[in-house]
């Protein structure tokens, strides 16, 4: 069994910080990717950032310059730190972590306000 535990979603202004982070437990023995997609309602879930293992990130356009995301490999924990938080990035962010299959956090919401 994996369980993924999230936190440091809540209602931010425009302009505020977030940072959320995601730690993983269970049976794990190698996690090769992390990362955080988000849905907003009524559209579908898109990727914001991932991590490797060895640190390569990919970021989605809408978000690069503005959020950062990192991992600690000892403590399987991801994180997300997003800076100049805009309204459109509300939404229920979910961290999902690749082994041999992938798993999925249980999501944590994010509402910025105008």
């Known amino acids: 069994q994996v369980q993924l535990v999230e936190s440091g979603g809540g209602l931010v202004q425009a302009g505020g910080s977030l940072r959320l982070s995601c730690a993983a437990s269970g049976r794990i023995w190698f996690i090769n990717l992390m990362g955080w997609y988000r849905q907003a309602p009524g559209k579908q879930r898109e990727l914001v950032a991932s991590i490797t293992r060895g640190g390569i990130t990919e970021y989605a356009d809408s978000v690069k310059g503005r959020f950062t995301i990192s991992r600690d490999n000892a403590l399987n924990t991801v994180y997300l730190q997003m800076n100049s938080l805009k309204p459109e990035d509300t939404a229920v962010y979910y961290c999902?972590?690749?082994?041999?299959?992938?798993?999925w956090g249980q999501g944590t919401q994010v509402t910025v306000s105008s």
């Open positions: 999902n972590i690749r082994t041999a299959q992938d798993y």
